[in-house]
């Protein structure tokens, strides 16, 4: 084999007592797609840091070409030509698409950005993401969609080559499909291997396995903070895969589902509409059924939860939980019973410098507005141990945690609240596929119990594996509920699309 | 960045401005009325140029009335012992500038809350001008730089520091718009996290702007020493929420990442024309301060109403 490209040899991080990197290794040859798969908290995300030059490591080595290499700024690391794609979207809301693409890199003379050739490599780098999609360079990027955003650091990563000379030697994406819709994603793999083939090595970091089997062509799977196998995709199955991940044979991809019958309607909307979305949503949900909505991002049932949860005005139609009719603020929701937990889980979720326990009871206070810390503490421990959520203890930040455990938190609010009406957007979006299965079993557990819980999700395994009835959001329209009996993933992606 | 953000608080001062010259034709319309609300906002206005980058950059920066006052010090003393008055001047801004850095220094390094640098700086400085007076003026001979804002001669057409602050505002507003640094200040100040994964040097940005606001700081202490001609340690108490105010009507955001150079001295103009205007009227001064204190809270929630 010749020079590998990318070489790491037993690489060590801590954070204070957390052991984030345990001895990770791991080689990827020129023109290689790789991908790097493990649970939530497995290492993934700081390993990519220590490589995009976030990071610094405490031990072991890295090699670039050959030569060992360790970038102490993410400047330094882009110089060399290694370009990464963060998972949480690394922009500046204020500024327009093409300073952002540009940021970091803004070609210079005497310390003014030459605005032509500015232009150029940004337009270069729009193309290549967005394709024909239009893109104007010069929209704000906080006006944005968060699927439009994610393709705009994706423009930056293959801008940045310009930077290091023409040669993009390493792309690290990580987790980046769990915003966009599956023409968006379908672009992002063409240029994937489109990269590969002229060279670039790519990293790619995933909890979608099918996505793993489809573009890469080797991985390393990490556990813990170290890595725990390699191999080649093409002769490994899924299951095996996750098999490697957990570190046991049996995880339950196929959630068990509880016995439930349906009960009186809790919640209820008619030909409800909002500014712009929803345009038109009618629903029942039962007393112990899940109700999955399916869509493609962008169709408004973001914005359908937010209009019932009082976040986003109502503008037409009726919303009706329990004996109340009509739109409410959130603070009357929670008082009826009605739970919502964002997609958004860093900014709009959860209170992230806050610890564990104070997100959780953040909702449900004393009656004088405020928790006894011993009783705030108590609850909270009793919630992590019954979610499991891996952590230090009820006082640790919520922002130290990983994904799927800061999941876990914004979930046990819900339940800590006692809510009967849950309104979940993407609760498993960018969590690994055994978090995700214990998250779902949960909807399940809570169904049986006699709660109502409207699932959006863009995961149709999830939809199909939990949900009692299933409907599609197109445009705006939702359609009608169906028996999740009578549907499977085609059908339902068929109707997303509009088919 | 928004498209032209400046626009409305300019049309607000042309609008105010027009009010104040109907209620007061003969007397507010004249040149040298003109002339004279120019010269007195060049203080503000030049630290409201300083202010914009800190602003911009997510920071805030509480020191600039002490550090006025202090410069202001610095100069008379410097003055009184015999220094010519470029080397007063000089020394003057060197040390505005020495306490931006160590601002800049404080907030970008150890990553210190600006608002609790700055407002340590604040008394820090206005103790220090204290001592260095001994709490008392400081009487000197100018020698010339009184000149700096006395009323123009006829081919001056305004009075050199206000050409001084018109400079700093066309060099900095060019700056941030069309250098690698200014788009670095913006980026900064809309999502620290987002710039240094871009590989911006963020300690670098803030000691720089710091450092900046602190020199055009102390070129507003030139100014505030050339109307004043004495070195006064207790002077421009409360300079600085006068000129947040000037850059938040001027529609920069607190949050950072927004307003322009050009919208802050639109802002410290309007609230000039207001205060020189309610005075030409007549109005009372209590007045006033009801006036300035509504304006500035009814032109960050236009902005609000916009936006939706």
Known sequence: ?????????????????????????????????????????????TLMNVLAGVVEPEAGDVFLDGAAWRPRVPARARADGVAMVHQELALCPHLDVQANVALGIEPTRFGFVRAGITERIVEEGLARA?????????????????????????????????AAGGALRLLILDEPTSSLDAPDAERLFALVLDLAREGTTVLYVSHFLQEVSRIATRFTVLRDGATVGIGDVASTSADEMVAMMAGRTDVARAVSRSPRTAGEVVLSARALGGVSLPVDATFELHRG??????????????????????????????????????????????????????????????????????????????????????????????????????????????????GGNQQKVQLARLLHHDVDVLLLDEPTRGIDVATKAQIAELYGALAARGKAVLLVSSWLPELLAVA?????????????????AECDERSLLLEAVGG | ?????????????????????????????????????????????????????????????????????????????TLRAGASP???????????????????????????????????????????????????????????????????????LLPPGVWLAIAAGVLASLALRTTRFGRHVYAVGSNEAAARVCGVDVVRVKLAVYGLAGALAGMAGVMEFSTLTVGDPTDSVGLELEVIAAVVVGGASLSGGEGTVLGSLVGALLMEVIRAGCTHVGVHNWVQEILTGGIIVAAVAMDRVRRR
């Open chain 1, 1 to 45: 084999m010749s020079v590998p490209r990318l070489a790491l040899r037993d690489v060590r991080k801590s954070f204070g007592s957390t052991v984030a990197l345990a001895g990770v290794s791991l080689e990827a040859a020129p023109g290689e797609v790789h991908a790097v798969i493990g649970e939530n908290g497995a290492g993934k995300s």
């Open chain 1, 130 to 162: 967005f394709g024909r999609r239009p893109v104007d360079p010069h929209a704000r990027v906080g006006e944005l969609s968060v699927a439009d955003r994610q393709l705009v650091e994706i423009a930056r990563a293959v801008a940045t080559s310009r």
């Open chain 1, 289 to 402: 059924e899940v109700l999955g909505i399916a869509g493609l991002v962008g169709a408004g049932r973001t914005e359908l939860l937010r209009a019932i949860f009082g976040l986003d005005p109502v503008r037409r139609g009726e919303v009706r939980v329990g004996m109340a009719v009509g739109p409410a603020s959130p603070a009357r929701r929670w008082a009826q019973g009605v739970g919502f937990a964002s997609e958004d889980r860093r900014r709009e979720g959860l209170a992230t410098e806050l610890s564990i326990a104070e997100n959780l009871t953040l909702s449900k206070l004393g009656p004088s507005g405020h928790g006894l810390p011993r009783r705030v503490h108590d609850a909270a421990s009793t919630w992590i141990e019954r979610l499991a959520i891996r952590c230090s203890g009820p006082d640790q930040r919520v922002a130290e945690l990983s």
């Open chain 1, 468 to 484: 009692d009835r299933i409907a599609v959001m197109h445009r705006g329209r939702l359609g009608p509920a169906m028996p999740v």
């Open chain 2, 1 to 77: 960045m928004r498209k032209k953000p400046w626009l409305g608080p300019l049309v607000a001062l042309v609008a105010t401005w027009l009010l104040f010259a109907g209620l007061a034709p003969d007397t507010f319309v004249r040149a040298s009325n003109a002339v004279t609300m120019l010269r007195q906002t060049t203080v503000v206005a030049i630290c409201a140029v300083g202010m914009t980058l800190v602003i911009v950059s997510g920071g805030i920066d509480l020191s600039v009335g002490s550090v006025v006052a202090f410069t202001t010090v610095v100069i008379a003393t």
């Open chain 2, 86 to 156: 470029a080397v007063a001047v000089l020394a003057g801004v060197a040390a505005a500038t020495a306490s931006g850095l160590l601002s800049g220094v404080l907030v970008g390094r150890l990553r210190m809350a600006p608002f609790i640098v700055t407002l340590g700086t604040m008394s820090v400085l206005r103790g220090a001008a204290k001592g260095l007076a001994s709490e008392q003026k400081i009487d000197c001979d100018p020698r010339g730089l009184d000149a700096l804002l006395a009323p123009p001669h006829g081919w001056q």
